[in-house]
């Protein structure tokens, strides 16, 4: 018989500054007004188009957003800056994502009761890593005096499942007891905000979660099971890497960064996601309705809407059954999915709920788990 594994608690780390819609759309309508003065003889002539305004209405609609927290509110809305300020890696400092995982990691291993000395490893899962090596999982290891080993890896938007799904699959296999998994997603440095189509997408945060064979925290939830599946596809993408530096095609930095097409995303990954989870709970022989919380990715509130109404068979439900944390801190990439968990997790014991997250690849992980 399979040993049970649980996630034995969670914690988040989020920035103090918060961007409104109404603050992001100024911002941005100044640079398109500025970028449209600046190119009027061009748009006269029919070479180039005039950028369109943005708008609160149009963001709250496409995305559900109304605000988001972020490293650096300054130079987001700075015209002529237009992103954040941060400082290069190097060795004589903590990197951004090492700083802000260590504080939600000292709160996940506080809500799980465990101590550093009880973590057999740590893994990092992230859509946007901060350097090549050494693993940022290797630093916080070491800063918070944890043996064993650490790797960082890479899934798009699924990063933080599947990282929990790895911690899962090596304390199966006996070579782990306790796995702490942080997920850092410092996504503001790697969005255009000169892109009506994403600029007001995302936020930044972290969570951390201690997956373990303990149950000695209140917060325990037992994974019950865990599907993965990937698909591939370019509708999401990022082509920033090192190979920028040597290649030989000009391409600007902009148009290396994070672009999606959103509507070709929404149209199919919506019905695959939905698909797959009935077809998970099917597999589980567990009815949609045992299920009291849908966790899902934070891409877009219209999206999990649908997801859930797709996967329970009507767009009439209780809003408690499927949060929206994505209403006060933009996408949050892959963490987006256990802030859910993080922040509105009510479940009573022998209650069920479903963690999924969905992303670049197309990706997508889902675990279901029970209060204990």
Not at 182 to 189: G, R
Not at 191 to 197: E, F, H, I, P
Not at 331 to 339: K, P, Y
Request: contains cysteine; negative net charge; charged residues 20%.
């Amino acid at each position: 018989m399979m040993e049970e594994i649980y996630i034995a608690g969670t914690g988040i780390w989020y920035p103090q500054d918060k961007i409104s819609n109404d603050e992001i759309v100024c911002s941005y309508n100044a640079y398109v007004d500025n970028y449209n003065q600046l190119n009027e003889n061009e748009i006269n002539k029919g070479e180039v188009a005039p950028l369109e305004h943005s708008s609160t209405a149009f963001i709250e609609k496409a995305s559900g957003i109304k605000t988001r927290h972020v490293i650096d509110k300054k130079n987001i809305l700075d015209i002529n800056k237009m992103m954040p300020a941060v400082d290069h890696e190097d060795e004589s400092k903590l990197s951004i994502h090492a700083v802000v995982a260590i504080e939600a990691a000292k709160k996940a291993m506080h809500q799980a009761n465990v101590k550093p000395s009880e973590i057999d490893a740590v893994i990092l899962g992230t859509s946007h890593a901060a350097r090549n090596y050494p693993s940022v999982a290797i630093e916080i290891q070491n800063e918070l005096g944890i043996n064993g080993y650490a790797y960082d890896m890479l899934v798009g938007c699924s990063s933080t499942t599947f990282a929990i799904n790895n911690a899962y699959s090596d304390i199966a296999s006996g070579l782990a007891e306790t796995i702490l998994v942080v997920n850092p997603e410092i996504s503001t440095p790697f969005v255009n905000y000169a892109r009506r189509d994403i600029h007001f997408i995302f936020g930044d945060g972290c969570v951390a979660s201690v997956i373990s064979k303990k149950n000695d925290s209140k917060h325990s939830h037992k994974i019950i099971d865990r599907k993965l599946i990937t698909k591939f596809s370019n509708n999401i993408r990022s082509d920033w890497s090192y190979l920028v530096r040597a290649a030989n095609n000009e391409k600007s930095y902009d148009d290396l960064l994070f672009y999606q097409n959103g509507n070709s995303v929404f149209k199919e990954v919506c019905p695959l996601v939905a698909e797959f989870i009935s077809s998970q709970l099917k597999d589980n022989n567990i009815q949609t309705n045992e299920i009291k919380k849908f966790w899902l990715h934070q891409a877009n509130a219209r999206m999990v809407n649908l997801i859930v109404s797709k996967i329970i068979g009507t767009d009439n439900f209780d809003t408690n059954l499927a949060p929206l944390p994505i209403e006060k801190f933009g996408n949050l990439a892959s963490a987006g999915s256990m802030f859910a968990y993080n922040l509105h997790n009510d479940l009573e014991k022998g209650e069920k709920g479903l963690i999924c997250s969905f992303g670049a690849g197309y990706s997508v992980c889902s675990i279901i788990v029970e209060k204990t």
